[in-house]
């Protein structure tokens, strides 16, 4: 089983502030990595795919990269409305999601 | 517009069986593949199990292996999930997700659209 770890857990950032959050895979997935925002009491939201890929309709200030087993996700600008839980996803086998980072307003 | 409306969540006790469904509407169902993902209270996401557009290729995460079955009817654009043999630890909000393609883990799957969960409470 291919496990994922997401670091920090949580954080707090200003308005205005980059923001980025790491996800490890136990093993190569090379760049089968989703990454979603889920706000409180809401389902879940797809941002990123295939490690980079913004999906349409998405802010640009959102961005992920990597490959292999080490993923970045950033969002070059915090904005209110990005309070949220944010996940990775490999699907290399199968699916497995990250533990996930919340993210607060400071 | 695409919606997925999960029902048939509810309080059971353990060692019982659920049916959970999922109406689909706005896309072409029998085009893409369909999962089945949950988040027990105050904890992150877990795949649950997913399945082919044509039911050809199925999968389950090893915490539901042999007790859940998934299915799917395309001519009622319905996904469903067979809960049998309860546990506590199956107490969680199921969302249904669409998939961003016709196969279980293909490349390029993701998890394009999702419903607003069913609430399952595995309790005596």
């Known amino acids: 089983d291919i496990q994922m770890t997401q670091s920090p857990s949580s954080l707090s950032a200003s308005v205005g502030d980059r923001v980025t959050i790491t996800c490890q895979a136990s093993q190569d997935i090379s760049n089968y990595l989703n990454w979603y925002q889920q706000k409180p009491g809401k389902a879940p939201k797809l941002l990123i795919y295939?490690?980079?890929n913004l999906e349409t309709g998405v802010p640009s200030r959102f961005s992920g990269s990597g490959s292999g087993t080490d993923f970045t996700f950033t969002i070059s600008s915090l904005q209110p409305e990005d309070i949220a839980t944010y996940y990775c996803?490999?699907?290399?086998?199968?699916?497995?999601f990250g533990p996930g980072t919340k993210v607060d307003i400071k | 517009e695409v919606q997925l409306v999960e029902s048939g969540g509810g309080l059971v006790q353990p060692g019982r069986s659920l049916r959970l469904s999922c109406a689909a509407s706005g896309f072409t169902f029998d085009d893409y593949a369909m999962h089945w993902v949950r988040q027990a209270p105050g904890k992150g996401l877990e795949w649950v199990s997913g399945?082919?557009?044509?039911?050809?290729?199925?999968g389950y995460a090893d915490s539901v292996k042999g007790r859940f079955t998934i299915s799917r009817d395309n001519a009622k654009n319905s996904l469903y999930l067979q809960m049998n043999s309860l546990r506590a630890e199956d107490t969680a909000l199921y969302y249904c997700?669409?998939?961003?393609?016709?196969?279980?883990?293909?490349?390029?799957?993701?998890?394009?659209?999702w419903g607003q969960g069913t609430l399952v409470t595995v309790s005596s």
């Open positions: 996803q490999q699907y290399d086998n199968l699916f497995t």
């Open positions: 399945i082919s557009w044509n039911s050809g290729s199925i």
């Open positions: 997700a669409k998939d961003h393609w016709v196969t279980v883990a293909g490349k390029g799957t993701r998890f394009d659209y």
């Open positions: 295939d490690a980079s």
